[in-house]
Structures are given as structure tokens and as C-alpha cells.
């Protein structure tokens, strides 16, 4: 299976967009967002898990990582309510289930293999650092390799650089309109931009976003 595999493209991928599936689990339903591979792949997800709804126990190949979005997540290493930012190695395993019911962005397979940390960051209560220009605000989360992820808050109309993405970028708009000269995201809205792209982003309403530079595949890579 492949969607959304060409890595050179831009891409960007609304809720109006979404077009929910069945997963092998019961009461697991999932919007791919890109995917190389079958049912194992690398992939990016937002997974809705229905009250009560629980996975087979499984290991992560190519390591997990996920930002709850809705709900309390659960495995046998604890409970992760909303905001919840977690990293499972590869190698790891568990069985996720949840009482309340929960929606995820889960990134799977995309792990460089020197990337051993595993940890969980509640968002909501750590504390942003100042940003590259007023009004932006930074939660950095994690950084290996090539790869930076960070949440970055913006207040109401600020404004930021024209900047090009070297390694590429991705976003998940986490809360209010997020926008750029290409377009205006709201909550929800997925964006992926290759290797060199470019644009100069601002936010009217202000916004929380989920950021994720220099890990895409360079066009000889991919």
C-alpha cells in the first residue's frame, strides 16, 4: 500500500479530508495519512480508538511514536491523557487499550536505529521557551539524528520568517489556524512539505502546532 509516498510532493490533508477505515482491531479506526507497506509500514496515522476498544499486543520494528489528541490512551507502562507526547524504540512492545476512548497521531517505522530513548512528556503542564520572534513559544521534545520535534505556540498575529525546510517539515495543527502564504490550516489539518520547500507562516487567531523537521528522505533517498 502506498499513500501519499511520494516524499518530493507537498501534501496537506484537512478534516473535511478525512476518510476513516477499519482497523484489524475492533472498535480501532484509522485516516492514513502517508503509508509505505501493508498492515506493517511506515506510516503516519490518526488512530480513534472507541471506548473500551483495545490492540493485540504488538513490537515496534521500527519504533512508535505518538501525541494523544482526544481522550486517555493506556498500556501496561500507564495512562496518557490528552497533550501526552510518547516514544517507544524499536524493539518495545505493548498492548494499548483505553476505558474513556482516545484519538492519536502515531508515527510508526521512521526511528533511526541509534534512537534508544524512550520517555513520555505531559505537554500540558512543561513549560515553552521563548521563540525565534515575539509571540512564538517552543516545547522542544525530542531531537536524534536528523530529526527535531517540537510543539511551537503562536499568539495571535505573529509572524514568522521566510524560511526554506532542509530534511522537510511536518505539521498537525493542534488548536486554532495556522497559515502561510500556500494556504490556512485549521485544527486538525495535516501538512507535509519536502526537502528545500519554503514558505513564510504567520497566525492571525494564533495556534498550537505539532512540528517535525529534517527527517523526510532528500529526493536522491526517497
Not at 481522550?71 to 494499548?96: K, L
Not at 530513548?117 to 509571540?135: C, E, R, S, W
Not at 494556504?183 to 507562516?201: A, D, E, M, N
Request: with cysteine.
Amino acid at each position: 500500500m502506498r499513500i501519499n509516498a511520494d516524499f518530493s510532493k507537498r501534501v496537506v490533508i484537512r478534516p473535511e479530508d478525512y476518510q476513516w477505515a477499519a482497523s484489524p482491531a475492533a472498535g480501532v479506526e484509522r485516516m492514513m495519512l502517508d503509508r509505505v507497506g501493508d498492515e506493517v509500514a511506515r506510516a503516519t496515522t490518526i488512530v480513534k480508538f472507541a471506548p473500551g476498544s483495545r490492540f493485540d499486543a504488538h513490537t515496534h520494528g521500527g519504533g512508535e511514536e505518538f501525541l494523544v489528541l482526544e481522550g486517555v490512551f493506556s498500556d501496561e507502562t500507564g495512562d496518557f491523557p490528552a497533550g501526552s507526547y510518547v516514544r517507544n524504540p524499536i524493539g518495545t512492545s505493548h498492548t494499548p487499550h483505553t476505558d474513556a476512548g482516545c484519538t492519536i497521531l502515531v508515527k510508526l517505522h521512521q526511528f533511526d536505529a541509534g534512537d534508544q530513548q524512550q520517555f513520555h512528556i505531559d505537554t500540558t503542564t512543561a513549560a515553552f521557551n521563548p521563540g525565534l520572534v515575539d509571540g512564538l513559544t517552543v516545547l522542544p521534545l525530542h531531537s536524534a539524528a536528523s530529526e527535531n520535534v517540537a510543539l511551537v505556540r503562536w499568539a495571535p498575529g505573529t509572524r514568522f520568517n521566510a524560511h526554506q525546510h532542509w530534511g522537510g517539515e511536518e505539521i498537525f495543527v493542534l488548536e486554532g489556524t495556522f497559515q502561510d502564504e500556500h494556504g490556512s490550516y485549521p485544527k486538525g489539518t495535516w501538512i507535509r512539505s519536502p526537502h528545500l520547500s519554503q514558505h513564510k507562516p504567520y497566525s492571525e487567531e494564533g495556534c498550537l502546532i505539532y512540528v517535525k523537521t529534517g527527517h523526510l528522505p532528500m529526493p536522491e533517498a526517497a
